[in-house]
């Protein structure tokens, strides 16, 4: 991308426009309402929303997983499992 920016580094709003467009198809919400486009400033805070929602799940399972693996037999199988899991 750097390779098509103007001599003095700027990015164009081509390259803003398109950069808005591939994070818009990253996200749920903007998918499903199609091609209509939304403001730059509400996919941003969208996008913000989005990451919010996907740390507080990352963080939801990991206690989740913590109690899991507290209750198990850490030589079981079943710990075996969710070991290899985790390091795939």
Request: glycine share 4%.
């Amino acid at each position: 991308m750097s390779s098509r920016r103007s001599s003095r580094g700027a990015i164009s709003e081509e390259e803003i426009n398109e950069l808005i467009s591939k994070l818009q198809s990253l996200l749920p919400n903007a998918r499903s309402r199609g091609s209509g486009q939304a403001s730059t400033t509400k996919l941003l805070k969208e996008t913000c929303s989005y990451i919010k929602s996907l740390h507080r799940e990352v963080d939801d399972l990991s206690d989740r997983l913590s109690d899991l693996m507290s209750t198990m037999d850490h030589n079981s199988a079943g710990a075996e499992i969710i070991r290899s899991i985790l390091r795939s």
